[in-house]
């Protein structure tokens, strides 16, 4: 385990862990942290001693999302970056991924939410998909998938106007399955979800997971790969440009 590192993978007891470990920038997401990600849902994924893949931040912050400073000097322009990998990996998982979220979730910290088998959420947690007002579309496959989690207007909702909201929002909208009050209580159910998954026949998990998820899975594919394109092309934009100028410059 590489403690210093901004993502810290761990494997134990069956549990793969992915914790985003950038706490001072709110664990915003360097093309670096996604390689990791990557490399690290793939790693789990060949592992066969894993069972759950566990992707948990700090308890200030879950993700800030993209880091806005690495769009501008590092855009993911190319169709192998670090990002579209990390995309991939978490819709072409063969394993169950869980989630915990404490604080700010915000773009991508919330759209790997619907990738994601089972996620739990406490009161500290802030959701938020701030796309349109930075200039750019969603990702993720986050206007299929939103949509079919949470219903259209919801959706619209979140997606459009990049309303904030939070754990009992998410809940009472079907995008995660818990709301709890405190990190610990988040923390207590994670645990509670890896000894039970970890009990039971792997083989089973797998067969059920591909057929809850068949339906989609060539669609939500395909969706990823068309809002890329667009994501590519708008931020390049000068709405996308000035927005993340703006958001460096705030005082
Ligand atoms: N990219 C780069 N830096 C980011 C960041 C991001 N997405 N999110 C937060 N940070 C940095 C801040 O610039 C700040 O750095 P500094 O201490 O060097 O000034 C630090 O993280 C703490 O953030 P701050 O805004 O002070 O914390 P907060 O608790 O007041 O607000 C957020 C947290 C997440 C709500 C707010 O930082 C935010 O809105 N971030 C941008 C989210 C975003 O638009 N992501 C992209 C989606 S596509």
Same mark, same amino acid.
């Given at each position: 385990m590489n403690q210093q590192a901004h993502i810290v993978a761990e494997n134990k007891e069956g549990v793969f862990t992915l914790t985003f470990n950038r706490v001072d920038k709110k664990n915003a997401i360097t093309a670096e942290m996604y390689q990791l990600l990557a490399d690290g849902m793939m790693q789990a994924n060949q #592992?066969?001693?894993?069972?759950i893949i566990k992707i948990v931040g700090s308890e200030n912050a879950f993700c800030a999302g993209n880091d806005l400073v690495d769009f501008l000097e590092?855009?993911?322009?190319?169709? #192998?970056s670090p990002v579209w990998q990390f995309l991939a990996a978490l819709c072409d998982s063969e394993k169950p991924i869980i989630a915990g979220v404490n604080g700010p979730a915000v773009g991508i910290g919330t759209t790997?939410?619907?990738?994601?088998d089972l996620v739990v959420a406490s009161s500290t947690a802030i959701f938020a998909m701030p796309f349109v007002s930075l200039g750019l579309c969603p990702e993720a496959a986050s206007s299929l998938l939103l949509p079919q989690q949470v219903g259209l207007k919801k959706a619209s909702e979140w997606l459009l106007l990049g309303s904030r909201f939070d754990a009992q929002q998410a809940n009472e909208a079907g995008l995660i399955n818990y709301a709890v009050d405190t990190p610990e209580d988040v923390d207590a159910m994670l645990d509670k979800w890896c000894q039970q998954l970890c009990k039971l026949p792997a083989e089973s998990i797998s067969v059920t997971r591909k057929f809850l998820r068949s339906q989609d899975l060539s669609a939500v594919k395909n969706r990823m790969q068309e809002e890329g394109d667009e994501f590519k092309r708008l931020l390049k934009s000068d709405a996308a440009q000035s927005a993340f100028q703006a958001f460096l410059k705030r005082s």
């Open positions: #592992d066969e001693s894993v069972k590092n855009p993911p322009n190319e169709s #192998d790997l939410l619907l990738h994601c």
